[in-house]
């Protein structure tokens, strides 16, 4: 079975200030990797995933995430984060043919 | 027009009177789902389904039911709603035919059971 753990649930962050959010995941196969954003009041969109290849990938809105097969890890990071990325951010795995499993989710509120 | 159409956007009802909500997409997608949102439980999987005749329960199916009338429409049904099934409900749909599969959410539905 497959799990998904973000140990954060809410990361409070001045604007312009980097911010890590973290996920853990465990599988006994391999799996592909994503993260979510849900803007308040909206539903849930990608932000980036990752499939194979370079364990760094870059998504939308300056976010980037690296996949750490051995520590079975795939944080997602912001260089420099704006009042606009305050949202609730998802980690997901999903296992070739098979369904997608969601972490708890944790909410990014940046001060300005 | 929305790919993936959730209705109602929102909907208040009483304990245990039968509800529906309904989802449908026109993207062409094989395969839809159906989650639940909850404060501090992040988004957990009711029924999925990954063709018109293929129907499978989730992680909290109990009190659920599903219908997958047309590729494009997935409905999900309370048949007594309970007040602990007040929660946002996310219609998402995935193309398993796609070399990169990922999920395409509706706006949601906010249901209040009281």
């Known amino acids: 079975a497959q799990s998904v753990t973000q140990l954060d649930s809410q990361v409070p962050v001045f604007e312009e200030a980097p911010v890590e959010l973290r996920c853990n995941y465990s599988?006994?196969?391999?799996?592909?990797l994503f993260w979510y954003v849900q803007y308040p009041n909206q539903g849930l969109q990608l932000l980036l995933k990752y499939l194979s290849g370079s364990t760094l990938v870059k998504g939308i809105n300056g976010f980037e995430a690296e996949f750490n097969k051995s520590q079975t890890s795939f944080h997602l990071r912001k260089p420099s984060v704006h009042i606009s990325d305050t949202a609730e951010y998802f980690c997901a795995v999903r296992v070739t043919g098979n369904q997608f499993y969601f972490g708890t989710g944790t909410s990014l509120t940046v001060i300005p | 027009d929305a790919d993936v159409t959730q209705t109602p956007r929102n909907r208040i009802t009483k304990t245990g009177k039968r509800i529906m909500l309904e989802c449908s997409q026109t993207?062409?997608?094989?395969?839809m789902y159906w989650y639940r949102q909850d404060p501090g439980l992040g988004l957990r999987l009711i029924y999925y389904?990954?063709?018109?005749?293929?129907?499978n329960k989730g992680e909290i199916s109990d009190g659920y039911s599903v219908s997958r009338q047309a590729q494009a429409k997935f409905s999900l049904s309370l048949e007594s709603a309970i007040p602990n099934q007040t929660a946002l409900y996310f219609c998402?749909?995935?193309?398993?035919?796609?070399?990169?599969?990922?999920?395409?959410f509706g706006s949601g539905t906010q249901l209040s059971v009281l």
């Open positions: 998402a749909t995935s193309d398993s035919g796609a070399t990169n599969e990922k999920l395409f």
């Open positions: 993207k062409g997608h094989d395969r």
């Open positions: 599988s006994s196969v391999s799996v592909y």
């Open positions: 389904s990954f063709d018109v005749k293929d129907i």
